[in-house]
């Protein structure tokens, strides 16, 4: 199996959209630099992606099965329906088995039920403007692994120990890996981990170590 390199997926030439979701590509992928394929619309029933989507897209592996690229399409339209522009909140509900979780790694909180309906408007009150670039992307079987950067613009208000902490329009870059496993074309798990520290700082949040240390 032939991996991307960081460098070739990072240095955006091409955009792969699902409905409009853009998505790295590397340049050896782009028969058409700048070109931005026919958009899939999110519906009901999952998009197939046809073979141009496909070359467009940063995968590890190309040779995918029908089941894993229907898999992938699952997952391409939560995170079409995740953007801040259109967040689409039954969309991304409706993706889950009924038993399905939405774990936060880092935070340690876990989300099923109606409580899924709570995570994208809670991106969306922090960042109004928040979009996943999305990397690299690794399809085996059920299982779909993403590496990716939470972007966008603190312009809301983040609820903290120490109070509430306005935001100051500065551009967030947050560091993430998804892992999505899927049983019968729904999401059973979706566990998280999100660069927080990064996520924080870019906000202009700090960690206070001195006080953590003088506590000792």
């Not at 058409?32 to 995968?59: C, F, I, K, M, Y």
């Not at 229907?70 to 329906?81: G, Q």
């Not at 969306?124 to 999305?134: C, M, Q």
């Amino acid at each position: 199996m032939k991996l991307l390199s960081r460098k070739s997926i990072t240095a955006t030439t091409a955009i792969a959209v699902l409905g409009g979701l853009s998505i790295a590509a590397a340049p050896s992928q782009a028969a058409n630099p700048g070109h931005r394929s026919a958009a899939v619309h999110s519906s009901a029933a999952v998009p197939d992606l046809t073979p141009r989507q496909l070359a467009e897209l940063p995968l590890t592996n190309r040779h995918l099965t029908k089941h894993e690229t229907r898999n992938l399409a699952v997952v391409l339209r939560d995170y079409y329906a995740a953007e801040g522009s259109h967040i689409d909140v039954p969309t991304f509900v409706n993706s889950f088995a009924k038993d399905g979780v939405f774990d936060d790694m880092v935070s340690g909180v876990a989300y099923r039920g109606k409580a899924l309906g709570t995570v994208l408007p809670y991106m969306k009150s922090l960042f109004s403007n928040v979009h996943r670039d999305l990397k690299r992307i690794t399809v085996n079987g059920d299982v779909v692994s993403i590496e990716l950067s939470i972007q966008g613009t603190f312009d809301g208000q983040l609820q903290s120990p120490a109070g509430v902490i306005k935001g100051n329009g500065h551009k967030v870059d947050a560091p993430t890996a998804d892992f999505w496993y899927l049983h019968n074309g729904k999401v059973e798990k979706f566990d998280c981990f999100v660069g927080y520290s990064k996520m924080y700082s870019d906000m202009g949040v700090n960690f206070d170590w001195a006080s953590a240390v003088n506590k000792h």
